[in-house]
Nanobody, 122 residues
Framework: QVQLVESGGGSVQAGGSLRLSCAAS????????MGWFRQAPGKEREAVAA???????SYRDSVKGRFTISQDNAKTTLYLQMNSLKPEDTATYYC????????????????WGQGTQVTVSS
């Protein structure tokens, strides 16, 4: 089992920055894909970014060039650096993990954090 706990959410004005963190604990397999998802009120949950065990990264188009996903060397903490935030980035952000190769399909992620709120005002 992998336990995930997010932190770092908050409120910021458009154009500002936030960094989300996700601490992973428990049994962490060497081949693990970790990702960030978000869900805005009344909308479906969507993938934001993912990082594979080999370090390869994927982003949804709307955040490319603004968001950066990364991990610490021990791969026990996942980060999402969010710059140039826009009101449409407002959502609850979730950290998630799945074994083996990465995917943007949330149904394939078995482990989830509790979520952290990000609010961007115009």
């Amino acid at each position: 089992q992998v336990q995930l706990v997010e932190s770092g959410g908050g409120s910021v004005q458009a154009g500002g920055s936030l960094r989300l963190s996700c601490a992973a604990s428990g049994y962490i397999p060497s081949s693990l894909c970790m990702g960030w998802f978000r869900q805005a009120p009344g909308k479906e949950r969507e993938a934001v970014a993912a990082i594979d065990s080999d370090g390869s990264r994927s982003y949804r188009d709307s955040v490319k060039g603004r968001f950066t996903i990364s991990q610490d060397n021990a791969k026990t903490t996942l980060y999402l650096q969010m710059n140039s935030l826009k009101p449409e980035d407002t959502a609850t952000y979730y950290c998630a993990a799945k074994r083996l190769s990465c995917s943007f399909a949330d149904s394939q992620f078995a482990y989830w954090g509790q979520g952290t709120q990000v609010t961007v005002s115009s």
